[in-house]
């Protein structure tokens, strides 16, 4: 019986190393120097989470479903349910872990599938977020953060919510939400879900928002005669930038910030595409640009704005991604725009730089088509200008583009290209699950993302 016992007991730690083993953590033998070990500690000396019998803690092992149920139990001293009547096909009512299983199933944490709980699942990253938002009642979030994880990702909302609130980063960018978390991963989020002066120093999107208006913790940024910024929730508006603080001093080099293009949010960072024409009479542009300021009214010299890096006659498409910004410039004369909308294609080139205007690099060549989006609405002078092409569009970590040969798409992640249908395109547009394309025969055409 002894032996059995104790078996037993060495079983119940290697499959639930939540519980504490009577080792301090900052002695285990494989915690010197690792980059956790300070949540570690913190959970152990909370009984929180314990090592193995031979004083390891092995944080580089997957953790489990039970694992990680244990855990929750113990840093939200949820009190176990004590008759539950829950069945499990593969959880004996006789396991030390049926009844936490059972709690955290009950309490909404970790539910299972037809029944089944997979305790010895190894938890993905994208659980660990799904688990530790419902369990701290972390709201959901929908600004995109890492470039791996789209708006159709299943926990796309969990992963974006406990980023924002500092419990989770990255690494370059990227999330790898089906990676398995390891003891030391979970440990560290668990511990800065616990206390607020174990979180990360900061937020920090990688994939930047592009639109007439966007949105971004709770204000909406968009052009109306100079950069405006609205409070969703009291509908306040402010003026963060005019358009006449670009005005040349002379009146015959004009910068003009119209409601037509497109502003990009970055973080705490607002950049604005341009088009700078002599003359406000001028019948074409003669140079694209980018400003860049702060979502706060920015009150220094105007000039220092002026991203001397971006700068062209054919420079367009800005979108910024994992810390670069990308655009597209061609080879060609400006002879097209005496008539923008006859279709044309032009070898184009999608360059990057980094946030600061150097290292700037070549990212690939491809055929698009010269066109601009006709909004019936728009009657300047100028109409098509807005500085994006109609057969170029970016989302999240993937540029759409078409040519004459038809609709392609290239990600920014694997550096891939693919031909998805021989459509002469018009016009393109995304939601979160569809590539939606008007022809240039006016028809429509959906594709899934």
Not at 179 to 192: C, D, G, I, M
Not at 264 to 286: C, H, K, R, T
């Amino acid at each position: 019986m002894k032996k059995k016992l104790t078996a037993a007991f060495i079983a119940l730690l290697l499959i639930a190393p939540a519980m504490p083993y009577p080792a301090h953590a900052a002695e285990f033998t494989d915690m010197n120097g690792h980059w956790a070990q300070k949540e570690i500690k913190y959970l152990y000396d909370r009984n929180i989470i314990g090592g193995y019998p031979d004083g390891t803690f092995k944080p580089n092992e997957p953790i489990t479903r039970a694992q990680a149920s244990a855990m929750l139990i113990k840093a939200l001293k949820i009190p176990l349910v004590e008759n539950p009547k829950v069945m499990f096909k593969d959880v004996s009512k006789k396991s030390p872990y049926y009844k936490i299983l059972a709690t955290v199933n009950e309490k909404g944490i970790l539910r299972g599938d037809h029944g089944l709980m997979r305790p010895g699942e190894n938890t993905s990253r994208a659980q660990m977020a799904a688990i530790l938002r419902r369990s701290f009642d972390i709201p959901f979030d929908s600004q995109p953060t890492f470039v791996d994880v789209v708006p159709a990702h299943w926990a796309y909302a969990d992963i974006n919510g406990i980023a924002k609130q500092r419990i989770s980063g990255g690494s370059e960018g990227k999330y790898m939400p089906a990676q398995s978390v390891t003891r030391a991963q979970f440990s560290a989020f668990l511990t800065r879900a616990l206390d607020d002066s174990m979180k990360l120093s900061r937020y920090h999107s990688y994939v930047s928002q592009k639109g007439k208006t966007v949105e971004q913790n709770g204000f909406s940024y968009s052009i109306g005669n100079g950069l405006m910024k609205k409070d969703l929730k009291t509908n306040k508006s402010e003026e963060i930038l005019s358009e006449l603080d670009f005005e040349g001093s002379d009146g015959n080099w004009i910068s003009y910030m119209e409601n037509w293009f497109d502003v990009i949010v970055y973080n705490d960072e607002v950049f604005i595409p341009y088009l700078s024409a002599i003359g406000q009479a001028s019948e074409l542009p003669m140079e694209y640009g980018v400003i860049r300021t702060k979502t706060e009214r920015f009150t220094g010299p105007k000039d220092s704005m002026i991203m001397p890096s971006l700068f062209g006659e054919t420079m367009r498409n800005v979108f910024i991604w994992n810390d670069r910004i990308y655009y597209t410039n061609e080879a060609t004369n400006r002879d097209y725009y005496r008539t923008p909308n006859i279709p044309k294609d032009s070898k184009l080139t999608l360059n990057s730089v980094a946030m600061n205007g150097s290292d700037r690099k070549k990212e690939r060549d491809f055929d698009a088509r010269i066109l601009f989006y006709e909004d019936p609405k728009e009657k300047s002078f100028i109409p098509n200008e807005n500085q994006n092409n109609a057969s170029v569009l970016y989302d999240h970590s993937t540029m759409y583009y078409f040519n004459k040969t038809g609709i392609y798409k290239y990600s920014l992640l694997d550096k891939e290209t693919s031909k998805l249908s021989s459509i002469q395109g018009k016009h393109m547009s995304v939601s979160d699950t569809q590539l939606i394309v008007i022809g240039q025969d006016g028809k429509k055409y959906v594709f899934k993302k």
